[in-house]
C-alpha cells in the first residue's frame, strides 16, 4: 500500500469515529449518506473484531438507522443506499482488526457512547412528527416510544408502552364526542407482499391498499392509564401483537401506517402515524432502562 493510500485509510478511520455516535443535528456538516457509511462501517467492523460491549453496539445500530432514516428523506434511494451500505462493510473487511487507527478509532467511540450511556430522553425527528423516546425505568406505566396525531379535534398516541425495560405496543385514544371504539385496527405495508415503499407524498397520505397492506387486530382493549393519557381518565388502550413492532420497523421511514378504530356501528374513525425513525427509537431503548 503507497503512503497516500495509508494517509487515506486513516483519514477515513478517523472521520469515521469522530461522526459515528454523534447526533445528527451536531453533524450537520457531514452528508447523511456519508453519516450512513461512517456508522455503518463501524458496526461492520465491530461484528467482525469484537470491538465494543453490546450496549455500545446497540448505540451504533441506532445512530446508523437515524443516518439512514435521514438520508432517504433528503433524497436519497434505497438502492443507493444499499451501495453505501455495501462500501462501507467492503471497507471494514479490509481494515485489519489490530490496526492502530481502528484501534484508536475503537476508543473514540467508547468515549462517545459514554455521553449516549447516560442519555434518558431522545427525539427522533420525522418529516411531519417525532418519535419520542424515554429510558428512564418509571415505576408506573409510562410511553417507552411514541408519536402523538391529530383526528379532527381529537388526539391519538401510538408507540411502545411499559414499566422498567418491559414494553408493549399501543394505541391509546381519547374522543371528545364521547365515541367508544369496540375493536382498532393497525394498518402497515406488508413488506412480504411489496418491497417497493407506499410513500405519502405519491399516494396522498393514504395507507397502503389491503392488497398490500399487514393487517393486525388489537389483542386487547382496556382503560389507560392516566399516564398514557395525559391525564384523561376516560382514555382507551389497544394492544397490538409485539413482533409487529419489528414489521413496523423494517418499514422506510418516510411511509406512514394507520390504526383504525372501529366504532358500534362499523364506522371507522382512522390515525394516521408515519414510520420515521422508529427503529432508531427501539435501538435506543435496547440499551437499556435508566
Do not use: H
Request: with cysteine.
Amino acid at each position: 500500500m503507497t503512503s497516500a493510500k495509508r494517509a487515506k485509510t486513516r483519514i477515513g478511520v478517523a472521520i469515521a469515529l469522530a461522526a459515528a455516535l454523534a447526533p445528527l443535528a451536531a453533524a450537520q456538516a457531514m452528508g447523511s449518506a456519508d453519516l450512513y457509511y461512517e456508522r455503518t462501517l463501524m458496526r461492520a467492523a465491530d461484528d467482525r473484531c469484537n470491538l465494543f460491549a453490546p450496549q455500545i453496539s446497540t448505540a451504533l445500530d441506532a445512530a446508523a438507522s437515524q443516518a439512514r432514516g435521514a438520508a432517504l428523506r433528503s433524497g436519497a434511494t434505497a438502492a443507493a443506499l444499499s451501495s453505501v451500505e455495501s462500501r462501507a462493510k467492503a471497507k471494514a473487511a479490509a481494515t485489519p482488526c489490530a490496526s492502530p487507527d481502528l484501534t484508536r478509532a475503537a476508543a473514540r467511540v467508547r468515549d462517545a457512547f459514554d455521553g449516549w450511556s447516560r442519555t434518558a430522553r431522545m427525539s427522533f425527528p420525522g418529516a411531519q412528527a417525532d418519535w419520542r423516546a424515554d429510558r428512564t425505568a418509571y415505576r408506573s406505566t409510562a410511553w417507552k416510544l411514541s408519536q402523538s396525531t391529530r383526528m379532527g379535534a381529537d388526539d391519538a398516541t401510538f408507540g411502545l408502552a411499559g414499566q422498567g425495560d418491559g414494553r408493549a405496543l399501543l394505541a391509546v385514544v381519547r374522543f371528545s364526542d364521547g365515541a367508544r371504539p369496540y375493536a382498532a385496527r393497525l394498518v402497515l405495508r406488508d413488506a412480504a407482499r411489496t418491497s417497493r415503499p407506499w410513500l405519502p407524498d405519491a399516494r396522498a397520505g393514504e395507507t397502503p391498499p389491503r392488497q398490500i397492506a399487514r393487517v393486525e387486530l388489537a389483542q386487547a382493549k382496556g382503560a389507560a392509564s392516566t399516564t398514557l393519557a395525559a391525564g384523561a381518565r376516560d382514555a382507551l388502550a389497544f394492544r397490538f401483537p409485539a413482533d409487529t413492532a419489528q414489521a413496523l420497523a423494517g418499514l422506510d421511514p418516510r411511509e406512514q401506517f394507520a390504526v383504525e378504530f372501529v366504532m358500534p356501528d362499523d364506522s371507522v374513525r382512522t390515525a394516521r402515524f408515519e414510520v420515521g425513525d422508529f427503529a432508531a427509537g427501539r435501538a435506543f431503548l435496547a440499551m437499556g432502562a435508566l
